[in-house]
């Protein structure tokens, strides 16, 4: 049975008008807070892990430096013993060396990191914004992927040639020099890689370091997700020679990463207040049109009908107002998730965030689950006013009648 709660002169339209609102806006804000929050997750780790590979392979003693001190050798079994392991689908051989660079006149503190002819550069294509990745041929290669950030204060661009200067030791008395060409420029909205690294050919630290045409400072393993890396990182440790570790992406940048898991306790904080807002707006409007419908509650028992019959009358109706105000919260949600993701009209200071534009991400999935779970949840709540219903009389409300 349907009430209708709109007719002339009823109490509860307004009340109703307000739930549906409540709903609508709490359902919408779920929505939002969600894609948001998801987005930036994702895209955090994107970039993280494009930068650096969901797992490091390299010397203890590298472990807690973010320059390679120590090399190792790069032999083909244990090469194939890390990638045969599940779950690996790519590694990229590298070294890092700290150092300046020279522009015309000033001075800047960088990081190189040298990567073999086999390194997957197609990982960065999103952040290349100018010039292409250098080439690394047969012969040791003088191109490098310079940081925008850095190249803006060198006041350098594509085509001009920089100066390297790279300490072997303390007691070396002059620094190696090296001459670079910058061919590509990259800007990843991420200060700890804009603002340090630079990359270029493996073979410039293997000579600078006097190290062995086989000797690298780290294997950088990249997993098909996050959730396989922690597996698979366990078991790749379990096989590697005793002077050998296994850093995990999110030990590397723990603080990053400790940062965005916040997200997750945020939105759910978010749902819970919204689907608690949603549910006393509910009860308010159920608890109004019930008072509002006594003596058709009275002439109903009167006629034989139980509580409970009664009550399910009231609940299904409240679901019916709930479900409207869910249909109008869900198309506010996904309007803000369309316009974001195609127009990216919310920008982010990437200072603070990492990222320049609020990146979003929501699947089909999460939306029939968070509608489910707000819909189900809130009916479950709605008997708690509906429990009036058993303690009207008929002969009382029926004698004003």
Request: aromatic share 10%.
């Amino acid at each position: 049975m349907r009430l209708n709660p709109f007719r002339k002169g009823s109490v509860s339209v307004q009340i109703i008008k307000i739930a549906k609102l409540a709903v609508a806006l709490g359902m919408s804000m779920i929505l939002i807070s969600v894609a948001t929050g998801k987005g930036l997750q994702q895209e955090i780790q994107y970039k993280t892990v494009a930068f650096n590979g969901h797992l490091v392979v390299a010397p203890f003693e590298n472990s807690e430096s973010q320059i390679s001190i120590l090399p190792i050798v790069d032999d083909p079994p244990l090469f194939e013993l890390i990638n045969n392991e599940e779950g690996v689908t790519h590694i990229n051989r590298v070294a890092l060396k700290g150092g300046l660079i020279k522009g015309a006149d000033q001075f800047e503190g960088i990081v190189f990191k040298g990567v073999s002819q086999d390194y997957s550069w197609e990982r960065l294509n999103n952040f290349l914004i100018k010039g292409v990745f250098p080439a690394l041929g047969k012969k040791t290669s003088n191109e490098i992927l310079l940081s925008h950030t850095i190249a803006q204060r060198l006041s350098v661009g594509i085509g001009d040639e920089i100066s390297a200067y790279f300490h072997n030791s303390l007691y070396q008395k002059l620094p190696n020099m090296r001459k670079f060409k910058v061919v590509g420029l990259f800007l990843s909205g991420f200060p700890d890689f804009d603002e340090n690294f630079i990359l270029g050919d493996l073979r410039h630290i293997q000579r600078i370091n006097k190290w062995k045409s086989n000797e690298i400072g780290a294997y950088e393993v990249f997993t098909t997700d996050m959730k396989t890396a922690m597996k698979t990182g366990s078991l790749i440790y379990e096989k590697l020679p005793s002077d050998l570790d296994v850093i995990e992406i999110m030990h590397q940048y723990a603080s990053i990463f400790q940062w965005i898991s916040l997200f997750d306790f945020n939105i759910l904080i978010i749902i819970i207040v919204m689907i608690v807002v949603g549910v006393i707006n509910m009860s308010t409007a159920l608890l109004v049109l019930i008072l509002e419908r006594s003596s058709m509650i009275g002439l109903f028992k009167s006629l034989g009908a139980h509580n409970h019959m009664i009550q399910k009358i009231f609940i299904y109706n409240g679901i019916g107002i709930m479900a409207q105000g869910l249909l109008w919260g869900n198309l506010v949600g996904l309007l803000f998730f369309f316009t974001q993701k195609y127009f990216s009209w919310i920008r982010l200071d990437p200072e603070t965030y990492y990222v320049n534009i609020a990146p979003v991400s929501l699947s089909l999935g999460d939306v029939l689950l968070l509608n489910l779970g707000f819909l189900v949840f809130s009916s479950l709540l709605l008997w708690v006013p509906s429990v009036i219903i058993s303690r009207i009389s008929p002969a009382r409300v029926l004698r004003f009648c």
